[in-house]
């Protein structure tokens, strides 16, 4: 898949790493020089402009591409830059900042395929929203509290459990279940998971990395660095 990613920062560029290394195609716009010097210095095709602006997304490939993240701190880039991505037919994911968390999401979430908090989320929810993957954030309920949807993997520790089974760290409880391409619903004990089957969890944020290791198979090693950029934000309108 192809993918451009506007913002070179801490939560741009980690993004873009994750995606080339699962071996998908990414481009990068960015205006800040120091941020591009970085991000050329790691082998990835940088565009030097505004992101909300049609030609230099023309010229990262807009027009190619499978999805859009615009991860930058300024919310007036994103918001733009999704809005021209949205006539490309891409898949838009727009950052915004955590101190606008309830009345933006209101306001733009109907606009965008995806809303993030880089804050809460950091690069691997980022990438994860790009790409449609097996962990959702759905809504932010308090400071610590986060509602996330997970699609049970092939190496997740409790393929085959049952939902009776099913040993969730304290402060995490399941909400919703649903079978592979069935609706979501109340949960049922004796239902077994497998593999693309869904859960809805509610989870402190301390335990959603372990939340992620037992429902969709992360090893220790990355539930750790994951766990690390959650908490990783850019800054600015040049992130």
Known sequence: ????????????????????????E????????????????QGFAVVEGDGSHEDVLEEAGIADADALGALTGDLNVNFTACMI????????IMRIDEAYREGIYR??????DEVIYPERLGAIGAKN?????????????????QVVELTITKEAPVNGYTISELQLPAH??????????QDLGLPDADLSLEDG??????ADYDVLSEVRQLLVGESATEAAANRGSDATSGTGGVN
């Open 197 to 202: 089957d869904r859960l809805v969890v509610l």
């Open 1 to 24: 898949m192809r993918f451009v990613i506007i913002g070179a920062g801490r939560v741009g560029l980690r993004t873009a790493r994750v995606l080339r290394e699962e071996g998908h």
């Open 129 to 145: 929203a790009l790409l449609g993957g097996t962990i959702r954030a759905i809504a932010d309920i308090a400071p610590h509290l």
């Open 26 to 41: 990414v481009s990068v716009i960015e205006r800040d020089e120091a941020m591009i010097r970085r991000a050329r210095s």
């Open 172 to 181: 995490a409880t399941v909400l919703a279940f649903g079978k592979r391409e």
């Open 107 to 112: 306001k733009y979430a109907d606009e965008v």
């Open 85 to 92: 991505a949205n006539h490309y037919g891409c898949r838009t």
